[in-house]
């Protein structure tokens, strides 16, 4: 998704958090999802603003690894497109 927003020109990609290569940081501005994983995942501190790295892949791609909040957290794939960042 592209937004201009007006006068100022500035374009906004929305990106989601599975889309991370290693080593790159990005910052939590949603958290999809419905009923039990979604507030599991605001329980584990992935919550709006949150500063979050991606830290590895498994061989076969799925879990990946995270850090944020000082420990390191592996999400499904499925899970991490829960999660839409802004780079």
Same mark, same amino acid.
């Given at each position: ?9 500035? /374009?906004? /990609?929305?990106? /989601? ?12 501005? %949603?958290? +999809?999802?419905?009923?039990?994983? %979604? ?10 603003? /949150? ?5 590895? %892949? +498994? ?14 957290? +592996? ?13």
């Amino acid at each position: 998704m592209n937004i201009t927003l007006g006068a100022q020109q500035q /374009t906004l /990609t929305s990106k /989601t958090l599975d889309q991370l290569a290693a080593g790159q940081m990005a910052t939590i501005r %949603r958290v +999809s999802g419905e009923g039990p994983l %979604r507030r599991r995942m605001l329980e584990m501190g992935i919550t709006r603003g /949150t500063t979050i790295e991606m830290i590895r %892949r +498994s061989p076969f791609g799925d879990p990946i690894e995270y850090r944020l909040r000082g420990y390191h957290l +592996s999400l499904r794939r499925s899970e991490a497109r829960l999660i839409e960042i802004e780079l």
